[in-house]
């Protein structure tokens, strides 16, 4: 098993993920790769400073603008929301991959009285009309149901039918979102904007050992070092512990994925074996480990396993948006700061956006970090980035 220490795992992770040395991901093909290299980024619509799929690729990608992941999922298709570690965002070219998804959630939809027939109403209307909401598709009434997606663990007596129509259309992916408008979606015809031969192909994976290997080993390359071990990291594949040690062990024996272990760490951690020339290239001091100061999204790939981010940096972090105010150590919508290889804080930013500007209202370094000009300059810099991210003045 190959020795590493815990700087060159931090450093490993980090320069992977694109968030130390020179920009890696620039531009919106940038946006794409790094898109393409994490399998999935998480969507969230809360927008305090940026939404959560958009604050993760801006700490990446130089040059990242909110309109890039607009026209990467609306215009160009090459991504799309769709489930996965919640909802998520991912390369259409993976569309193949969840076809048994879908069919369980057809299998599902069936369940309801009433369903089957609202949908090819649904559809007709759409097929005629285009895009529809479910306050423009004209289908009343309420429906006993609920989602199959498994963040809507809930059943919905009584959901407006329009509603739950599209939304079954869409886990069946006869739809997909067409737009935004803030946070309504626009739903059309999947077939419309996705190339007929990817929407015909069959699921790469022949039996479901193979699809758990294939989202595992997306998960581990989302992260770039990550344990066999309980963890957020999985949600949404739904796994035994039993068919993780399964999946894991086959892993191993056919050499798609390499234990690490980490000095200090109880536990091995596991790559894709071919990020192992660019470990070998980190711990060789042969890639440009310059620092930079970043801010991290609530919900970043990088920050998945928290156990495993407390157990390498020494960091804790909640996002505290869903505790009761009383109970916050910090705030509403805290962001991590990272500097270089180090987790060094906190920051609270808010954008304003009808006075065009953002303001940091608190900063929180942790134990052992120094408040220095320096440092104070490279937040200052972040955050001014923020801002005209945000269409803002940083004040």
Same mark, same amino acid.
């Given at each position: ?21 020179? @920009? ?5 093909? +940038? ?48 991504? /799309? ?9 991912? $390369? ?23 369903? $089957? ?12 009309? =285009?895009? /529809? ?20 663990? @809930?059943? @919905? ?63 581990? =390359? ?15 594949? =739904? ?50 480990? !310059? ?22 940096? +020494? ?8 505790? $009761? ?29 009808? #006075? !065009? ?11 052992? /970090? ?11 810099? #972040? ?13």
């Amino acid at each position: 098993m190959l020795n590493i220490t815990p700087d060159q795992a931090r450093q490993f992770i980090l320069y992977r993920q694109g968030l130390l040395g020179e @920009h890696r991901f620039i531009g919106k093909d +940038g946006a794409y790769q790094y898109v393409r290299q994490a399998g999935c980024i998480q969507f969230d619509p809360v927008d305090v400073c940026g939404r959560n799929a958009e604050l993760t690729l801006q700490s990446r990608v130089k040059g990242f603008k909110k309109k890039t992941l607009e026209d990467l999922l609306y215009r160009d298709r090459l991504l /799309v929301d769709y489930s996965d570690k919640e909802l998520s965002i991912w $390369p259409s070219e993976d569309w193949p991959y969840f076809s048994s998804y879908r069919e369980r959630s057809m299998e599902h939809g069936r369940n309801f009285a009433g369903i $089957p027939e609202l949908e090819e109403q649904a559809v007709a209307y759409i097929r005629k009309h =285009g895009p /529809v909401s479910s306050d423009t598709l004209p289908i009343e009434g309420t429906i006993y149901w609920h989602s199959s997606m498994h963040w809507s663990g @809930h059943w @919905h007596k009584d959901s407006l039918a329009a509603r739950s129509v599209l939304e079954q259309l869409y886990t069946d992916g006869v739809l997909l979102i067409h737009h935004k408008s803030g946070s309504r979606k626009y739903y059309d015809l999947t077939e419309k904007y996705l190339p007929a031969g990817l929407l015909s192909a069959p699921n790469p994976c022949p039996d479901e050992m193979s699809w758990l290997c294939w989202r595992i080993r997306r998960r581990i =390359g989302a992260i770039g070092l990550l344990w066999n071990r309980r963890s957020d990291a999985w949600l949404g594949i =739904g796994m035994t512990p039993e068919e993780r040690n399964a999946a894991f062990d086959r892993m191993e024996k056919e050499g798609s994925v390499t234990a690490v272990r980490v000095e200090g760490l109880r536990f091995p951690l596991y790559m894709l074996s071919e990020d192992l020339p660019l470990l070998e290239s980190v711990i060789a001091g042969q890639v440009s480990l !310059k620092p930079r100061l970043e801010f991290l999204a609530p919900l970043d790939p990088m920050l998945w396993d928290r156990k495993l981010i407390e157990a390498l940096w +020494g960091y804790r972090y909640s996002w505290e948006i869903y505790t $009761p105010p009383v109970k916050r150590q910090y705030g509403y919508y805290v962001l991590p700061m990272l500097c270089g290889d180090r987790l060094i804080g906190r920051v609270e930013p808010k954008a304003d956006r009808k #006075a !065009k500007t953002l303001t940091v209202q608190n900063i929180w370094l942790e134990p052992g /970090v120094r408040q220095t000009k320096k440092l104070s300059g490279q937040i200052s810099r #972040a955050a001014e980035r923020l801002a005209e991210f945000n269409g803002c003045v940083y004040e």
